[in-house]
């Protein structure tokens, strides 16, 4: 199963372009306002989990953070997004992992996991999931998913949607949430998906 999942992502980003996947965004603008709004020191230890080549890491080294992880179970993905970073790609670390396989070697203040966390659907790989986020003491987490109103697939995958409540609940043990938002995001193909987001800290 492992390898069927990585084959199947390292299939789509060998053959399709940002602009053909319904998860492209010109720039992440609602992660790096969720991301600015906690203050972070430019220092924090920051994980972008299932960050793929999305534009986020680009956008948080022209903000001045200097202590970045990218996590992705496509190498191919973190190979395209090296390349299009040029000479800043090696001030990142990049993880090529399946996220329940994952161990982290060091603390995190910052989580960020969009449209990652949403393939989980087993209940077993979820809490593996919330789980890791205790070990790497994580301070806050930022996190969007598609809502209870989304697809029910991505990418051929089926997805487990959440309302505001439900996302919160997964990780409720270990965080409570300052915002969450409902929100549209606008695909490539100029179609319309719904998404929640929230902004998390550790209260344990």
Known sequence: ?????????????????PEEVSWTETFPMVSINMIQALNLDKTAP?????????LLADALLELGYSDISVLDI???????????IGSRASEIQWIESDIIKFK?????????DRASFHFLIDQKDIKIYT???E????????IGTFSVNGPEKCSGLPVTQYDCISL?????????????????????????QEFIFSRLERIL
């Not at 982290?104 to 960020?112: E, F, G, I, M």
Request: glycine content about 4%; some cysteine.
């Open 131 to 133: 789980d890791l986020l």
């Open 74 to 84: 496509s190498g191919k993905a973190l190979e395209r997004a090296k390349k299009r």
């Open 1 to 17: 199963m492992e390898t069927e999942k990585k084959h199947h992502w390292e299939n789509i980003f060998q053959n399709k372009t």
């Open 46 to 54: 920051i994980i972008d989990v299932g960050g793929g080549d999305s």
């Open 104 to 112: 982290p070697l060091k603390k995190y203040s910052l989580w960020h």
């Open 168 to 192: 919160e609940n997964c990780f409720s043990k270990t965080f409570t949430s300052l915002e969450c938002l409902e929100l549209d995001h606008t695909t490539p193909f100029n179609t319309q």
């Open 135 to 142: 070990k790497a003491e994580v301070k806050f987490l930022v």
